[in-house]
């Protein structure tokens, strides 16, 4: 009898044993073919951008670089770009909402690989790399800045005014003061405001190229953030020459399977990148104090009505615009936020649009469950996994982990 | 002896097990939230609709804080900052401006307070508890209050025609704080529960499993190469589609135009048609994440489909409405990626 037992219990022991930690059992072709269409290796070449036409021009890199990384680009002299988009960090900044001048409503996502997306913000409400570096330039609580501001400085500092007008041709007479206030802009406060009105509109319209060029050459600097090999991607490259590789492991080639297979996360972290650019309702929570956030729907009215939109006068070529053209109205965009890459993951958190999640635990939970959304529709299904298969997913999602393959001169402030 | 006896009982325990998982489940769905709908709100289909005049909206409650994701339709657990979501279901309530009010319910009608009491309470600033002025918002209205105290309390929307001056309201009762449960629903509930477990146990199951590959079976995709759909019939017969897509393979997460090709009945090519497709994975419940259109008609039926994209693989739907000589009709494409 209790050697019966006994036995019963071994049994049942090394069953449990193998219910949570399955050997790996190898691939199937699909599974194969899923694996194929996140490696990095499958990634298409650097997208054009039409609607810049120095997006590749090396001395626009160098303005951008510079730029991004100088602090005089703000109204308090304390921000730049890389004050809320940090190499170190992933180019994000650690924090739930991003801090500035002042607190924003949102979190600062990595930037490394968005060349590839048609769509900037979590909402969407730029349609390029170069309208995007704009918003925040002139925004009260991030660099609270104007246009006018911005040009003066680029006119009265000597390197800086040298290599604009290598790449983009003569500064207007900004020393002519009565034409170019020192300062303003149509969406600075009241005196600031006063001032851009007060000017000549083909005035306005020269500041608002220059201002436009200023962030084609922010995103000609953007382009070179690009993402490097990781160890899942070694897995595969392994695994495509030789059918076997020891680079993953254990947890991590379950999470693997979980990932491509029912987990889902393949419907919206699809292709290369981990993203498909697409927005999405997954029901994240409100932060305590503040509304639910509209997202896309919201996004999507203002990246129509932006004057540096893809269509707008600023743009290199309009007629390349089939993105904002064609963008998607449908009511699934109430509280919807654009997927964000995965790869380098541990170098971004907290998590969510407004840094909802602290660890990538609290995430996946959530997904897990995916529990009814405040505003709009979460197209999530609860997937039920059993809590050790959520560690296997991110055992598998900190394999995306890559230094980037930029070089790394390119991830420091420039020498000047 | 001993073992035969444990052997025996898992049917039981297995029975015991589900019928008190179903009862668990059963009470978190029936208890506070759902189950307390009164006044100008009512159940349809699971959602807390309120009807402002011939308008409706979707109108939800949460407490972020301390019950997360719950959704509540009026009564409310706690005090405590709580979310209320309005979204339009109606064309149109979108384009009025709407107002939210929320004051105590001094009207000595408790729950069954209507418009008329709150009418006769004459000047309402003074009952006021919170008020949002009118605004117009395109997608939902959403505001958010703390309630200090629990109490009862009146919720009002008003939505104002500009052109009529009509005044559309919304009035419902609600309580906020210390409320129990619903016993004659939990009841229902256990009963509804009880047949569960007997559906379950008996041959009830291997049918609806039938029944469930049956549909699943005719749910399947009936096309086989995804890039192109051959010879579709419209849903009232009118037309017959032909689709094919100007990149081949199909591939997600590209911007790209498909050939329509439209017939009659008698496989003669229809021109001049209006043609606009929408589409979606009616597995995730959400469209296509671009609008496409027809931009140009190539002659002989055939059109030019530009602007489509798809960013998941799994199977998808367009309809396709046309609409030639005052006949409109829906042709359905259905393809895997």
């Known amino acids: 009898m209790r050697i019966f037992l006994t036995l019963t219990a071994l049994v049942a022991a090394i069953a449990l044993w193998w219910w949570i930690f399955p050997p790996h059992p190898g691939w199937s072709e699909d599974e194969l073919v899923s694996i194929q269409n996140i490696w990095l290796e499958s990634l298409p070449a650097l997208p054009d951008d039409p609607t810049n036409s120095v997006a590749d021009d090396a001395d626009a890199q160098i303005l951008g670089h510079r730029l991004f990384f100088d602090l005089r680009m703000s109204a308090t002299g304390t921000t730049s770009c890389a004050t809320c988009h940090q190499p170190q960090r992933g180019f994000s900044d650690g924090l739930a909402l991003s801090v500035a001048i002042g607190q924003t409503k949102r979190n600062a996502p990595g930037i490394a690989g968005l060349a590839w997306s048609p769509w900037l913000y979590w909402d969407g409400r730029k349609d390029s790399l170069w309208a995007q570096a704009l918003s925040p330039l002139e925004d009260a609580v991030e660099h609270g800045g104007s246009r006018l501001m911005f040009a003066h400085l680029i006119h009265t500092d000597e390197p800086y005014r040298a290599l604009y007008e290598k790449v983009f041709g003569p500064l207007p007479a900004l020393d002519d003061r009565s034409r170019f206030p020192i300062a303003g802009g149509p969406l600075a406060s009241d005196e600031g405001r006063a001032a851009w009105d007060a000017m000549d509109p083909d005035d306005q319209r020269e500041i608002n190229r220059l201002f436009s060029n200023l962030g084609k050459a922010i995103a000609a600097y953007e382009r070179l953030l690009v993402h490097g090999s990781s160890r899942f991607d070694r897995y595969v490259a392994e695994l495509m020459e030789t059918g076997d590789s020891e680079q993953l492991a254990g947890s991590e080639l379950r999470g693997l399977r979980l990932f491509i297979n029912e987990a889902n996360c393949t419907q919206c972290h699809n292709g290369p990148l981990l993203t498909n650019n697409a927005f999405h309702n997954t029901g994240l929570l409100s932060l305590p104090g503040k509304l639910p956030d509209i997202g896309r729907s919201a996004g999507l009215r203002k990246v129509r009505d932006d004057e540096f939109n893809c269509l707008g006068p600023y743009s290199d070529n309009p007629t390349v615009c089939d993105e904002l053209v064609y963008a998607g109205s449908g009511k699934e965009n109430v509280g919807a936020m654009k997927a964000p890459s995965l790869r380098n993951l541990a170098d971004t958190q907290p998590y969510g649009h407004a840094g909802q999640f602290a660890t990538l635990g609290e995430v996946l939970d959530h997904y897990n469950e995916a529990p009814d959304a405040m505003i709009g529709h979460n197209e999530a299904k609860p997937l039920d996994l059993w809590p050790w298969q959520v560690v296997d997913l991110e055992a598998f999602l900190l394999t995306l982990q890559a230094p980037l393959a930029t070089d790394p001169s390119w991830l420091e402030p420039p020498d000047q | ?337």
Request: charged share 15%; proline share 6%; hydrophobic share 45%.
């Open chain 2, 1 to 337: 002896m001993r073992e035969r006896r444990f052997l025996h009982t898992i049917p039981w325990m297995q029975q015991l097990f589900i019928a008190f998982f179903y009862l668990l489940y059963l009470a978190s769905i029936l208890t506070p939230g759902y189950a307390s709908a009164h006044g100008g709100v009512v159940l349809e289909d699971d959602l807390c609709v309120i009807n402002v005049g011939f308008y409706q909206a979707h109108f939800t409650i949460f407490q972020p804080i301390n019950t997360q994701h719950e959704q509540f339709c009026e009564d409310l657990p706690g005090t405590g900052e709580s979310v209320f979501v309005l979204e339009y279901l109606h064309d149109g309530l979108e384009q009025l401006p709407v107002d939210f009010r929320i004051i105590r319910n001094v009207t000595g009608m408790g729950l069954f307070a209507g418009v008329n009491d709150v009418e006769a309470l004459g000047d309402l600033d003074v009952v006021t508890e919170f008020y949002h002025p009118p605004v117009t918002e395109p997608d939902a209205f959403a505001v958010l209050h703390e309630f200090a105290e629990p109490g009862a309390f009146i919720g009002i929307v008003t939505a104002v025609h500009p052109d009529t001056d009509t005044l559309y309201t919304a009035v419902f009762p609600f309580e906020v704080g210390a409320f129990g449960l619903n016993y004659p629903l939990i009841a229902v509930g256990v009963v509804l529960g009880l047949l569960a477990v007997l559906a379950v146990s008996s041959r009830w199951r291997s049918g609806g499993a039938t029944v469930a590959t049956l549909c699943a079976g005719l749910l399947l995709p009936m096309t086989a190469d995804a890039a192109e759909i051959e010879d579709v019939v419209s849903a009232d017969g009118y037309y017959r589609v032909t689709a094919i897509s100007r990149i081949h393979p199909l591939a997600i997460n590209q911007m790209h135009a498909w050939e329509l090709q439209v017939f009659d009945r008698s496989g003669q090519p229809v021109i001049n048609a209006n043609i606009s497709v929408s589409g979606g994975m009616p597995a995730h419940d959400h469209g296509l994440p671009t609008d496409p259109r027809i931009t140009r008609e190539l002659g002989e039926g055939r059109y030019l489909l530009e602007g489509v994209k798809f960013h998941m693989r799994g199977a998808w739907e367009l309809y396709v409405l046309i609409d030639a000589t005052g006949r409109p009709d829906t042709a359905t494409l259905s393809l895997e990626l």
